[in-house]
């Protein structure tokens, strides 16, 4: 049925407006709290009858797949450190050629970012294209193991 005037009409000039003592419908207080406040406390009974999911988690999260990139080093850098790493015996000379192997310096693969000013010979997992035509054309030899 649908109501000629609002309720509030005949609550005009109650004070309280049905809602008792006047003190008693100030703050939220009176509604338990603001929004969510108290589900797992005065308003837990309402969370199970209503709202049952609303804590704790649900259904599975993939687990991220953990791609293994090599460890690389560039040319550029080995050329530069070539004379060190033999004084340090992680390298060591036959003639004119230098001969790194990067597995020993924990590399896999060499790039061929850079240039190249001695003839050296390199042993890695992995060589870049532009690494082994920049090896090649200095005189010296990558070799994949």
Not at 53 to 64: A, E, V
Request: with cysteine; glycine share 14%; aromatic share 6%.
């Amino acid at each position: 049925m649908i109501r000629k005037t609002r309720k509030i009409n005949k609550m005009r000039g109650s004070r309280t407006i049905g809602g008792g003592c006047s003190k008693k419908r100030r703050g939220a207080g009176h509604r338990g709290g603001r929004g969510k406040a108290g589900g797992h406390k005065h308003m837990w009974s309402w969370v199970v009858k209503f709202d049952p999911d609303r804590f704790g988690k649900s259904g599975f999260k993939r687990p991220l797949k953990t791609i293994n990139k090599p460890t690389t080093v560039n040319l550029d850098y080995l050329d530069d450190n070539a004379e060190k790493l033999v004084e340090k015996e992680l390298a060591e000379k036959k003639g004119k050629k230098i001969i790194i192997d990067v597995t020993q310096l924990g590399y896999d693969k060499v790039l061929g970012n850079g240039k190249i000013t001695k003839a050296l010979s390199i042993k890695a997992k992995e060589f870049s294209k532009s690494a082994i035509r920049k090896i090649e054309d200095n005189g010296g030899e990558a070799v994949t193991l």
